[in-house]
Nanobody, 115 residues
Framework: QAQLVESGGGLVPPGGSLRLSCAAS????????MDWYRQIPGKTRELVAQ???????NYADSVKGRFTISRDNAENTLYLQMNDLKPEDTAVYYC?????????WGQGTQVTVSS
């Protein structure tokens, strides 16, 4: 079964940076558009960023200019570089794909932005 494992979250002060990773396995990672999502308890999951198989990217307005999505197809890994973090970025972050349907969701990685 396909698997997604997110890591790299933590507690950072406002203005800080984090780099999230998503290790993908048991599916053909390189051919899919991949997404980063985030979810706050009690709210719906929000699409944060996406990257196509060719490397084209799109971002939610709330993170544009601060977050950068990238991928390493040789390592089956998706990344999210997050700079200038704000308290409103606090959430659990997940990766997944939408084309052909979502894969089973991973456990996510908690990002907390607080002084």
């Amino acid at each position: 079964q396909a698997q997604l494992v997110e890591s790299g979250g933590g507690l950072v002060p406002p203005g800080g940076s984090l780099r999230l990773s998503c290790a993908a396995s048991r599916f053909v990672f390189r051919i899919y558009t991949m997404d980063w999502y985030r979810q706050i308890p009690g709210k719906t999951r929000e699409l944060v960023a996406q990257i196509t198989s060719d490397g084209d990217t799109n971002y939610a307005d709330s993170v544009k200019g601060r977050f950068t999505i990238s991928r390493d197809n040789a390592e089956n890994t998706l990344y999210l570089q997050m700079n200038d973090l704000k308290p409103e970025d606090t959430a659990v972050y997940y990766c997944n794909k939408r084309t052909g349907g979502f894969l089973p969701w991973g456990q996510g990685t908690q990002v907390t932005v607080s002084s």
